[in-house]
């Protein structure tokens, strides 16, 4: 960690500002919404090293500082403050012997159960904020499902995640570097007026939607084969 860094951990644990982006999804929980989720879902066929894998993803989660933030509670001046250890967790479960597929295919129940996942509510202020599912559905194959709080992930987030995951996964002993979102927050706080001035630029004319309508999620999953 930089010495930079260490000043921002420093100054900032006691409490961080909310990033302008996070607002509206925050004001919309508040109001009794459900939170919106960033999902992913893919599969994995091969020799794969379950326990290495999720060993790999915890080691992962624990180096990203905005999976250790926890949103202020009521009473408090709304934003963050810094968890000791991430606020995430890495679940593995064996379905090999629930019969999800169908004519090749997931089944109709698997993939509500995946949907439920997608849809879970992910609290802020209690955790946990996200939760990965390593579902073992062959000899040889599983299905992996990462479900974060959309206001502190989003497909960035998601695509920096895969690339420590595979990293540490291939090389563990490696040393690790990622990118402080902490730090970014208090480069925000110096300069909120021209943030929020640019955030409201960019979406000019745009007439947020945070509920989903009747019949349909909020978090749809997105399949990456």
Known sequence: MSEHERSVYSKRREWMPLHPAQTGLIAAKSQGHRGVNCT????????????????????ALAGFDALRLVLTGPGQPVGWRQADAPRTRVRRTDLRWEHIWERGQPGAAFLARLQRHSDRDLDLTAGPIGLVEILRVAANEWIITETFAHALADDHSLALLHEAVAGLYGDPARPRRYPSYISMLAKVSRSQPATVEHWRRGFDGYEPSPVAPHGHSTSPVTWEL
């Open 40 to 59: 992913c879902v893919y599969r994995i066929s091969g020799e794969l090293d379950e326990g290495r894998l999720a060993q790999s993803y915890e080691r």
